[in-house]
């Protein structure tokens, strides 16, 4: 097990690796001057080199990869060209939004996936089966910013249950920062609810039909201990990875919401950066996002190993 955790860390640092060298290349072919952005189109060559010489834009290419990746080694994002700030200090003041807003989601998601996906599979053939399984394909067809101003229509501006918009602090409000993430997770687990129940179904209908199953209906097990403790346990691992990729996918997701919702998160900021061609934040956006991925696929693959014991000692 020891060798299979070491192997896993190196993939994962060599992935990391990888990512960081793919993201920095591929901003550099986005079009338009960062120089040219802050100083506006009518400064001066003279104005426009010199800044570009103030933000080490005129260096070689793999001198400031170097830098970039020496920098995050210590923590160090660099800093936003239009902020003004440390990169690193700008992503952790939004996490506090970005970073609920996809945990409860993702356990939104699957509080609703499992059970409907389990009573889909169970009754296979049945009316509630195809009943069941078109709601799931309806949800995951309809996109979470159309379903999130639905969500702001009925239950903030008809009925003023909610907020539509906005997010107070959670060291001043947390009630209201609470409600202020009520109809954003909505948004985003409905939708994600719908995919990871497809999925859980499918998962079931082949645990279901494995011969262990068939044994232990055979032996007079009942029905609710040979859907829960037979077949429900054997399909925790694929559902595990289930879980994960709904965690990143709403991770992601959240850009769209919290510009629906007005969410000060991470997704706001990324967009922002674009628009004003921020480098720097950018690089350090992308990152963190292709990171989360990596990292939940690590977390997923730990897991596999507490969850089946075959493949602790496979390992």
């Known amino acids: ?83 003004q700030r440390p990169v690193a200090a700008l992503i952790s003041e939004r996490l506090g939004v970005s970073v609920p807003l996809a945990i409860a989601s993702a356990i939104l998601a699957a509080l609703i996936a499992v059970p409907v996906g389990i009573a889909a599979a169970r009754s296979r053939g049945r009316p509630w089966d195809p009943l069941l399984t078109s709601l799931a394909q309806i949800g995951a067809a309809v996109p979470s910013f159309w379903l999130g101003l639905m969500l702001i229509l009925v239950f903030a501006v008809e009925r003023s249950w909610l907020p539509a918009a906005g997010f107070p602090s959670w060291s001043r409000d947390p009630f209201g920062s609470t409600r202020a993430l009520v109809l954003p997770v ?70 769209v919401i919290e510009q629906v919702f007005a969410l000060p998160g991470l997704g706001r900021l990324a967009l922002t950066a674009i628009g004003t061609r921020d480098l720097p934040l950018i690089q350090g956006e992308v990152l963190l996002y292709a990171s989360v991925i990596v990292v939940l696929g690590l977390l997923v693959d730990l897991a596999y190993v507490l969850i089946d014991p075959r493949i602790r000692f496979e390992t």
């Open 186 to 255: 909505l948004a985003l687990g409905l939708g994600q609810a719908a995919v990871m129940t497809r999925m859980v179904r499918a998962m079931m209908i082949e645990a279901l039909s494995a011969d262990y199953v068939r044994t232990a209906r055979a032996k007079g097990v009942k029905q609710r201990l040979v859907t829960y403790h037979h077949a429900f346990r054997n399909a925790l691992v694929p559902l595990t990875t289930v879980f994960g990729l709904s965690l990143g996918n709403v991770f992601i997701g959240s850009i």
């Open 1 to 83: 097990m020891l060798t299979f955790l070491v192997r896993r860390f190196a993939a994962t640092v060599v992935t990391l690796l990888a990512v960081s060298l793919l993201v920095f290349s591929a901003l550099l072919a986005i079009p338009g001057d960062p120089a040219q952005v802050l100083l506006g189109f009518d400064a001066s060559p003279s104005a426009l080199a010199a800044l570009r010489s103030e933000l080490g834009l005129d260096r070689p290419v793999l001198e400031r990869y170097l830098d970039w990746i020496g920098g995050i080694a210590r923590g160090d994002l660099g800093s936003s060209l239009i902020y």
